[in-house]
């Protein structure tokens, strides 16, 4: 999963990404500086799981955050702006907000990073109907009249300042989109940023803005960045009692994380065994055979059946001949739904 971290100069967007991924990256300039990380996402199954079968090895998901620059914070008066490419490749987007000085207007400024993605995205599609549209006429080709009828929806969407992601595409017209890689396509995760004499109105502000939330769309987290980067070279006791003593509710990186799978429909199916306990990430509602070619795509090809056991009965029951004489681990085929937290193990012939 890679998650793109926005957000207008001064925001607390580096101090959310230091908060996030335990780094230590200078704060409070204007300078255009990316800052990357890849984490490892906090499991507590895969810990249980490696008590029991005792692994050479835990592998848990991993998340590739950029801190980007690139966004003023002016909306459409600022004009196009340049968006890397690194961003554009990120899956979703982590939109932090100034909601801790005085005069701040969280609701304006996320308005703001939206238009200047909808601008954005409006000049490739501007430039890419102009280009098709002259190759169909010097050629005669018509095979690309599809995908011009496709990119004048698109184009009547953002007209309207509506991000893309408010359109339903079918698995079609997305295949067709791969390659432009829109921002405004992507999930945003916003989450404004308060200042610590806020914390103890954590719950109100998140009621306050619960208009930026559309379920798969856009998700809301409210963080005080300031007091989640602070703790983060505590260990896990410490943290613990400062996130009580200050009421903060857990850390930034588990917020996140949380609401980023949700953001993306992404669930874990969990593998243990001698040599190795791990989570692998894949979308909800994967087939067992997709789900096997995460692992490798020989286990997808020569899939014969996923023997599956639910997360709970493996701590409960411990070893395969217990669960096996309970009845709690099941063979399924090709076409099962895996669901977040089974533990699978693949048979596979080639």
């Known amino acids: 999963m890679k998650l793109g971290i926005i957000g207008p100069p001064q925001s607390g967007k580096t101090t959310i990404f230091n908060a996030a991924a ?5 704060v409070g300039d204007y300078s255009q500086a990316s800052h990357r990380a890849i984490i490892k996402v906090p499991d507590e199954r895969l810990d249980k799981l490696a008590e029991i079968v005792n692994p050479k090895k835990i592998t848990y998901a991993e998340i590739d955050f950029l801190d980007a620059p690139g966004f003023t914070g002016k909306g459409k008066e600022s004009g196009a702006i340049d968006i890397t490419p690194e961003l554009r490749e990120m899956d979703a987007l982590i939109m932090v907000i100034d909601a801790f000085s005085p005069d701040t207007d ?4 996320v308005r703001n990073l939206f238009d200047e993605m909808i601008l954005s995205d409006q000049v490739i599609i501007e430039n890419n109907i102009e280009n098709k549209s002259r190759r169909k006429q010097l050629t005669g080709d018509q095979s690309m009249m599809r995908e011009l009828e496709l990119l004048e929806k698109l184009k009547a969407c953002l007209e309207e300042e509506r991000p893309l992601i408010e359109l339903e595409l079918n698995d079609e017209e ?5 390659g432009y890689r829109f921002m405004t ?5 916003v989450v404004p940023n308060i200042a610590e004499s806020d914390l103890a109105r954590q719950d109100e502000l998140t009621d306050e803005y619960k208009s930026f939330v559309s379920p798969g769309k856009c998700e809301l987290e409210v963080i005080c960045g300031k007091v989640q980067m602070e703790l983060v070279g505590l260990d896990p006791e410490e943290q ?3 996130f009580e003593e200050l009421g903060v509710r857990g850390s930034a990186m588990e917020k ?3 609401k980023s799978y949700a953001l993306l429909g992404l669930i874990s199916f969990l593998t243990a065994g001698p040599t190795e306990v791990r989570a692998w990430p894949i979308r909800k ?7 096997a070619g995460t692992i490798h795509s020989d286990i997808e090809r020569g899939f014969i059946r996923a023997e599956v056991t639910r997360y709970e009965d493996f701590i409960e029951y411990k070893t395969a001949a217990a669960l096996k004489a309970a009845g709690k681990t099941r063979l399924e085929g090709k076409e099962y739904i895996v669901q977040d ?3 699978i193990l693949f048979r596979f012939n080639v």
Do not use: H, S
């Open 174 to 178: 997305r295949k067709m989109l791969r």
């Open 22 to 26: 335990g780094k230590e990256e200078a």
């Open 341 to 343: 937290g089974d533990e």
């Open 240 to 242: 613990q009692a400062f």
């Open 185 to 189: 396509l992507k999930p945003v995760l």
């Open 285 to 291: 509602g994967t087939t067992a055979v997709r789900a």
């Open 106 to 109: 969280p609701k304006a400024a």
């Open 256 to 258: 996140v994380i949380q």
